[in-house]
């Protein structure tokens, strides 16, 4: 990925990702990378319909994971303030070059991301899919969707029209 090459990816210092779920781009990897640095990496643990919360995970990652809902593997301990994450790391079925993403329904990632930007509006938030996930054409957006800030796919990193930052 792209994106352990970018210079901002070194000052990240806590990083809400996902782990993969069927064919979703693994992020492992660059997970693996960043905890190499000392970056806390918190992964999601569902805790209801459509909800949430990020918890922090020790490398080795395999054994900070235990089965959780829907066959995804999720920490346990406690849940860490969304709002203390610097950068977000999202899945989606598709992406657009503006932003846009589409998930698969639960609106998990979509509450996240309010919340978080609600709270510091330059937040951060890196979609993530294969390159046929990216779209040239607007996805559909409805009210409660939020849009991500950048996409990232094996080919290539987009900006989709905020400032970069760190």
């Known amino acids: 990925m792209k994106v352990s090459a970018e210079p901002w990816a070194r000052q990240v210092?806590?990083?809400?990702?996902?782990?993969?779920?069927?064919?979703?781009?693994?992020?492992?990897p660059l997970l693996e990378w960043w905890m190499r640095r000392g970056v806390e990496v918190v992964l999601p643990r569902v805790t209801?319909?459509?909800?949430?919360?990020?918890?922090?995970?020790?490398?080795?990652l395999d054994a900070a994971l235990h089965p959780g809902k829907w066959g995804l593997s999720e920490p346990l301990g406690?849940?860490?303030?969304?709002?203390?994450?610097?950068?977000?790391?999202?899945?989606g079925t598709a992406f657009d070059r503006h932003g846009g993403r589409l998930g698969m329904g639960g609106g998990f990632y979509d509450r996240a991301l309010a919340t978080r930007r609600l709270?510091?509006?330059?937040?951060?938030?890196?979609?993530?899919?294969?390159?046929?996930?990216?779209?040239?054409?607007?996805?559909?957006?409805?009210?409660?969707d939020q849009r991500v800030d950048l996409v990232c796919t094996p080919q290539e990193l987009v900006w989709c029209g905020r400032a970069r930052f760190f």
């Open 13 to 28: 210092t806590r990083v809400a990702a996902y782990e993969a779920l069927g064919r979703e781009l693994c992020v492992r």
């Open 48 to 60: 209801g319909k459509g909800e949430m919360v990020f918890v922090a995970c020790q490398e080795p």
């Open 78 to 91: 406690e849940p860490v303030p969304i709002e203390s994450v610097d950068l977000i790391l999202v899945p």
């Open 119 to 144: 709270h510091t509006p330059a937040a951060m938030c890196l979609g993530v899919g294969y390159q046929f996930q990216l779209l040239e054409e607007w996805l559909p957006m409805a009210s409660f």
